[in-house]
């Protein structure tokens, strides 16, 4: 029931993104000049102007990461488990668990990096144009710092802890408890792969999930794949804003 609430709270979510973003008003023609009608669609517009998409994807966090951790947090208070039996973070050995972490990260990032290449090619063959992630891009077209370090904070801090919380935390036990492990590896991996949006990043997202549930296999402590996800992540936030990031 949880977990339907959770995908309830996602649709919602993202209604609320939509319903939060009025499209640009047209700027009106200066004296003596013909005004001229914008012919661009809708879209096009709301995707050129930074500080709506700054708002839009913070509702977003709100709405998605917010309600996934409120619920989590439901859910823990129900079945009285504290954060750290549930997720690990008592377990021992914790200086092993982060350094085997960032060693999966250290080998993520570069091997990660060369299949959205790989998959860029392979679409550009099929005659399909490859589509950057939406926030990659907002990061990419940023100037604010102020918005930038708004930016780094949602994904290399907020992103991990609550996507590792839910999908690596909740999902995968609940399915491979059901005596499904197969479908609990391969069913969360592909969600969590499509709940990016990005079909460049599919192949690579998925790889990264099998990877991160393998972690926290080995580790039984969730702070492991948290600290890889958000490694990874901060890794390409850095070599996107240094325009080192393949696009």
């Not at 913070?58 to 989590?72: K, S």
């Not at 129900?78 to 080998?107: E, I, N, Y």
């Not at 069913?187 to 969590?192: K, N």
């Not at 099998?210 to 850095?238: D, G, K, M, S, V």
């Amino acid at each position: 029931m949880m977990v339907c609430w959770i995908w309830i709270g996602i649709c919602a979510g993202g209604l609320i993104i939509h319903a939060a973003n009025p499209y640009p008003e047209a700027k009106p023609a200066e004296s003596g000049e013909t005004a001229r009608e914008d012919t661009s669609p809708p879209e096009a517009q709301l995707k050129e102007n930074p500080a709506w998409q700054l708002f839009s994807l913070g509702i977003g966090v709100l709405c998605l990461h917010g309600v996934a951790f409120i619920a989590i947090a439901s859910l823990l208070r129900q079945s009285q488990t504290t954060w750290r039996s549930a997720f690990g973070f008592d377990q021992p050995g914790l200086t092993g668990a982060l350094k085997l972490a960032a060693q999966v990260a250290a080998a993520a990032v570069p091997v990660g990096m060369l299949i959205v290449i790989a998959c860029g090619l392979l679409m550009q063959s099929a005659g399909m144009e490859p589509e950057t992630q939406q926030t990659v891009q907002m990061v990419q077209e940023e100037r604010s710092t102020f918005n930038l370090a708004a930016l780094g904070v949602i994904a290399i801090i907020i992103a991990p802890v609550v996507e590792e919380l839910l999908f690596r935390g909740i999902f995968y036990p609940t399915i491979k408890q059901q005596g499904h492990p197969t479908l609990a590896v391969i069913g969360v991996s592909l969600l969590f792969a499509l709940s990016h949006a990005n079909i460049m990043t599919f192949v690579p997202l998925t790889l990264l999930s099998i990877a991160l549930i393998w972690l926290y296999e080995q580790t039984n402590n969730l702070l492991a794949p948290i600290t890889t996800h958000a490694l990874f992540n901060a890794a390409n936030f850095l070599m996107i804003i240094s325009g080192a990031l393949p696009t």
